[in-house]
């Protein structure tokens, strides 16, 4: 059988797009079959009004390329998704990536076939013919946050007017003018998104089963000598980025929480609060570790809301009650102050579910809710929803999906036993969903594309992990998720907010410097715990 690529990559977003460049400057022919019309990925299918980065814009960009960095104007700190989209477009552009993509091409099974040793890709285009190639590898790029979620709430189809999904919001836009807008879900899309929302609805109710957590963004536009330094130093940032376990340059306080007098304690939080973000996290470095120490840092964060809501009730109704880091952190721009509105509502459904949905609303609470239209904001099938929408077959026609039937199990987030040749970028059991995605992204693209460069160096054809590396890995990554409280908590990072999902702690917790150095060891050693054939 003949092989048409040496690579088919899934998916057009900041991993396959960075893919595809690699594997071109390194000689190798590919493919990017992609769903959408265009690239982006995450920033492609999340339009929500208010959708931005949490993680500020100088930082959450591509590295590989100086002049790329050195020509870019990002115009805000925390970049909205217009503008991370534009961002998208211009890289597709300045390497002439798209005539090696398929768009509005949906990968729908991939078979390994033993005696050849390639994969027998099929592919469906949105209104066309089926088609199939033949690829030496496949090198997964489909996000670890792009299935989404629409949970099964009784009466949902009858609903008459307009539902929308934050994960897969209309192109054309949503105009909410004199509508009453009904939202499910208080995550970070949510919370992004009501301010906005709020401003044009007549009324906006939203329903919150679980309240968040969320700090300030303290978004602004990007002063000029800020960005002049920035770009002035980008290799040295870059460098102190990838030495943090978030693979984001911000200043960790080495000291405890508990072990610091609450005077300066309270002085740490708000210093952090003040300067706004994710790095709120990071004023201490046992928030995660220590139950004392993240009571006191959700006490200070609940005690915030009340500063800000009005109505005692609706106030007591935010304030969240599990630890905070349980979920992602939620980076927001007046969302409390939203609930002092006159047209928004909060509708607190942790104790009994909504009923079901009408054609003209919701029932909750005994309560008929009209709504003109519907937001889920529900989330997503996180990290293995993606990846198990494809039909994946292995050795011995074995499917991921009964191969993950107890949760994923990988080797690195990479790569899985008797899947050979067949890559994941931010895969399960690698950091991606808990650092910044870009340097994961360009860490796992590097990889891969060394990892093939050797293989044809060395004439082999076929690379998979060996079982006894995979569960090594798959036993590390349950350890040290087990150090922290982030595993003892229901989130979608151990697949709770999907019913009847394993409950396994999906992310490799260990932190970025953590993980490339088992990558390097890896390298280092000959590709250990791989199989090269
Ligand atoms: O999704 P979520 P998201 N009835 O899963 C609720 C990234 N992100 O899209 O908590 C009622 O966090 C659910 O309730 P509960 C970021 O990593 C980044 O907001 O399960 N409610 C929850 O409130 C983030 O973590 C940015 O009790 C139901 C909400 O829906 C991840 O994406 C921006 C329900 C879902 O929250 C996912 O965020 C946006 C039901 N049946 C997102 N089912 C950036 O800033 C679900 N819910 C980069």
Redesign the pocket.
């Given at each position: 059988m003949s092989i048409d690529f040496d690579a088919v990559i899934i998916g057009a977003g900041f991993g396959g797009m960075y893919m595809l460049h690699k594997l071109r400057q390194k000689g190798f022919t590919a493919r990017v079959f992609e769903a959408g019309k265009g690239v982006g990925g995450?920033w492609y299918w999340?339009r929500y009004p208010g959708?931005?980065?949490?993680?500020e814009s100088v930082q959450y960009s591509y590295q590989f390329d100086p002049d790329l960095e050195q020509e870019w104007e990002w115009s805000e700190r925390?970049a909205t998704q217009p503008e991370l989209l534009r961002y998208a477009n211009h890289v597709a552009d300045r390497y002439d990536l798209r005539r090696d993509i398929r768009f509005e091409t949906r990968v729908s099974r991939a078979v390994f076939d033993e005696t050849a040793n390639l994969w027998q890709v099929e592919t469906g285009q949105v209104g066309g013919a089926a088609a199939k190639v033949t690829a030496r590898f496949v090198i997964t790029a489909m996000g670890c946050?792009s299935s989404p979620?629409t949970?099964?709430?009784p009466g949902l189809e009858d609903f008459e007017g307009p539902t929308y999904h934050?994960?897969n919001w209309p192109h054309e836009g949503v105009d909410f003018t004199g509508k009453t807008v009904g939202v499910?879900?208080?995550?970070?899309?949510?919370?992004?998104s009501i301010p906005v929302m709020a401003e044009q609805a007549k009324h906006l109710t939203v329903?919150?089963?679980?309240a968040?957590y969320t700090v300030p963004a303290h978004n602004k536009p990007l002063d000029p000598g800020y960005v002049r330094e920035v770009k002035a130093n980008y290799r040295e940032m870059r460098r102190r980025a990838k030495t943090k376990p978030a693979g984001i340059d911000f200043t960790i306080n080495s000291a405890s929480a508990v072990e610091t007098p609450e005077e300066e304690r309270i002085r740490q939080f708000q210093a952090r609060w003040d300067y706004g973000g994710l790095g709120f996290m990071a004023s201490f470095s046992d928030l995660l570790l220590n139950d004392d120490s993240n009571r006191f840092a959700a006490d200070f964060v609940r005690a915030k809301i009340g500063e800000v809501v009005k109505d005692p009730k609706t106030a007591a109704a935010l304030v969240p009650k599990n630890i905070i880091g349980c979920?992602?952190l939620?980076?927001d721009t007046g969302y409390w102050a939203t609930f002092n509105r006159p047209n928004v509502t909060l509708v607190d459904?942790?104790d009994e579910?909504?009923e079901r949905i009408t054609p003209t609303g919701l029932r909750a609470k005994g309560e008929d809710f009209a709504v003109d239209c519907l937001v889920?904001?529900?989330?997503?099938d996180?990290m293995t929803g993606a990846l198990l929408k494809v039909d994946f077959r292995g050795r011995g026609g074995i499917t991921l999906k009964e191969r993950w039937n107890e949760g994923p199990k990988t080797y690195l987030g990479l790569t899985v036993v008797d899947f050979p040749n067949l890559f994941m970028i931010t895969g399960p059991g690698s950091p991606s969903?808990l650092t910044n995605m870009l340097p994961s992204i360009e860490q796992h693209v590097d990889f891969i594309a060394d990892c093939l460069e050797t293989l044809r160096n060395k004439g082999k054809t076929v690379i998979e992990p060996v079982p006894e590396a995979q569960e090594e890995w798959v036993g590390h990554v349950g350890d040290v998720s087990n150090i922290t409280l982030r595993s003892t908590c229901?989130?979608?990072y151990v697949g709770?907010?999907i019913p009847g999902k394993p409950r396994v702690f999906m992310p490799y917790i260990g932190g970025l410097p953590a993980y490339i150095q088992a990558c390097e060891k890896v390298v280092a050693n000959g590709y250990e715990g791989f199989a090269l054939a």
């Open positions: 995450t999340n959708a931005r980065c949490d993680v925390y946050l979620n949970p099964k709430i934050t994960g499910i879900g208080t995550g970070s899309s949510a919370i992004q329903f919150q089963r679980t968040n979920k992602r939620c980076v459904i942790s579910p909504i889920l904001a529900t989330g997503f996180a969903v229901s989130s979608w709770a907010n």
